[in-house]
């Protein structure tokens, strides 16, 4: 199946609207910073965008603009003792399984198995909805959230988009993380925003918004995903 041209679909559906074309994020290069410990000896934490909160906290707006709220997650916390709040893209499978977008359960796994060194004191899911101020993201946001990454000294942050416009979101923040020394690896269901925006290293996984890590209760193909990102973390030696 051929990847979804999600930047010419939205471009098409506004400019039916009377919009002009948006201007993505376009780089040409990207910085690096290589992954020097064995997967074995890393801390790893992940980032998720899909309006994902503990129950006992407020909701994410589901329609948010310009939204730049990063919660803390639990790494400990139960994978279903979330909610989901997010307008821009179908969390029908999500809502049944965490897994499918955020793999804390299959990350557990690999970590009791000895595959990874550890699992960072804390996860975050934040830098959802559309986010058009990305010069706030690059010079405020990205910043501070790789502050709190130092501060857990996370070795290699798995990023993880939810709808279109956070593939360019997420992308930015994963260029600021890689500057600030720390890699990271993205998985994309959105080959072409990625594309533009350049984060260091990414993997691209052909499924639907909402699906990066398969399909609810399929635990082997969310395995499978996950070990690859990881895999691409250990294994890139240049950026793309």
């Known amino acids: 199946m051929e990847p979804i041209r999600y930047a010419d679909a939205l471009n098409e559906k506004y400019g039916a609207m009377g919009f002009p074309p948006y201007k993505w994020s376009v780089h040409d290069s990207a910085p690096w910073t290589p992954l020097t410990k064995p997967l074995a000896d890393c801390t790893v934490a992940m980032l998720v965008s899909g309006g994902i909160s503990h ?8 329609d948010a603009r310009n939204d730049h709220r990063v919660d803390a997650i639990d790494p400990a916390t139960p994978s279903d003792h979330y909610q989901i709040h997010d ?32 699992i960072a004191k804390r996860h975050w899911s934040g830098f959802m909805g559309r986010t058009y101020n ?6 405020e946001s990205a910043p ?7 501060t857990d000294r996370v070795d290699l942050l798995v990023a993880i988009p939810a709808c279109p416009l956070d593939h360019q979101t997420v992308g930015l923040v994963a260029r600021v993380v890689e500057a600030t020394g720390i890699p990271t690896v993205t998985v994309s269901t959105g080959r072409d ?19 990066s890590f398969g399909k609810a ?7 499978k995903i996950l070990r690859e990102a990881l895999d691409l973390a250990a294994t890139a030696t240049t950026p793309g």
């Open 87 to 118: 307008s821009y893209y179908d969390h029908s499978d999500t809502e049944r399984d965490l897994n499918c977008l955020l793999p804390i359960d299959r990350l557990h796994e690999l970590a009791d198995a000895g595959e990874i060194g550890r």
């Open 193 to 211: 925003i990625t594309a533009l925006v350049r984060p260091p290293r990414s993997l691209f996984v052909n499924f639907p918004m909402g699906n």
């Open 134 to 139: 990305r010069s706030k993201v690059l010079g």
């Open 144 to 150: 501070a959230f790789a502050d709190e990454l130092l």
């Open 55 to 62: 129950c006992s906290a407020v909701p994410f707006d589901p």
């Open 217 to 223: 209760g399929d635990t082997a193909m969310q395995t």
